[in-house]
């Protein structure tokens, strides 16, 4: 019996559904035309152009500066409240858990809408510091969740041999649960970043003068006809994102 080609047919199609775009995105950003529906030659012209748009780089610091310190305070405030539920078990606790779990299914638009008038309310300029304020609301809640299914298989043994043979609770927390927790730890981090990185509905609605992210900034420059440039910007993130999977899986060869 011969096998079906169907599954092999269909996973094709799929690749080419979510890379074929992608691909047509790259070879424009060469495409000397303004215009994709129209060769003009290869040209480097929109990378240069690029360059020179300081408004663009500003929206990319600005982005980097949310995106690290966002994570990072989600980072501690999410393993925190992972331990919390982790450890206690109240009608207290279960109303800790629904307020971290209400940002994962809570639709982007909504929040954006509520944190934009608990600002208005408590009448706090707009800026970067409401935009981070928002990333770290909902990336808290991903690092806890990450964290959180980390624990469910962690020995806590360990940390009860670990007393019986005199260490404190620093050396507990410095030696034996940061360091068997990092990887969950991490991973919620990396979410965290790659979230607040692509972050648009909410961001735009938090955002105030002077404060424009990366993402904004390109809908701006879709809003007002610049799509070479976005192809351009766009090959530039592939080539960076391309370029850090190769050397993590570099240095994890090289450990392994």
């Excluded at 009860?160 to 990887?183: S, V």
């Excluded at 992210?213 to 976005?230: A, D, F, N």
């Excluded at 910007?233 to 592939?238: A, N, Y």
Aim: aromatic fraction near 12%.
């Amino acid at each position: 019996m011969r096998r079906s080609r169907f599954p092999l047919i269909v996973c094709i199609l799929g690749m080419l559904f979510f890379y074929l775009p992608i691909l047509v995105l790259i070879v424009n950003s060469f495409n000397a035309s303004r215009f994709s529906t129209v060769w003009g030659g290869f040209s480097l012209k929109w990378y240069a152009l690029l360059f020179q748009q300081d408004d663009v780089w500003h929206a990319l610091r600005n982005t980097m500066l949310i995106a690290v310190s966002a994570t990072t305070v989600s980072m501690v405030l999410g393993t925190l409240a992972a331990f919390a539920l982790h450890r206690f078990h109240s009608r207290l606790q279960d109303a800790h858990y629904t307020l971290v779990y209400t940002p994962l299914v809570m639709p982007d638009i909504l929040m954006g809408i509520g944190l934009l008038l608990f600002f208005a309310a408590l009448r706090i300029p707009l800026g970067l510091g409401t935009i981070f304020i928002a990333h770290v609301t909902f990336c808290v809640s991903y690092v806890a969740m990450v964290v959180l299914a980390r624990l469910q298989d962690f020995d806590f043994s360990i940390v009860e041999a670990a007393q019986d043979l005199g260490a404190g609770p620093w050396t507990i927390l410095w030696r034996i649960l940061l360091p068997l927790l990092a990887p969950g730890i991490l991973a919620g981090g990396l979410l965290a970043f790659s979230l607040s990185v692509d972050d648009f509905v909410i961001t735009f609605f938090v955002s105030g003068p002077g404060s424009t992210t990366l993402p904004i900034k390109i809908y701006s420059m879709i809003k007002y006809g610049k799509p070479p440039l976005i192809n351009a910007l766009s090959t530039l993130i592939l080539c960076v994102t391309f370029l850090l999977i190769w050397v993590s899986q570099r240095l994890r060869e090289k450990r392994a």
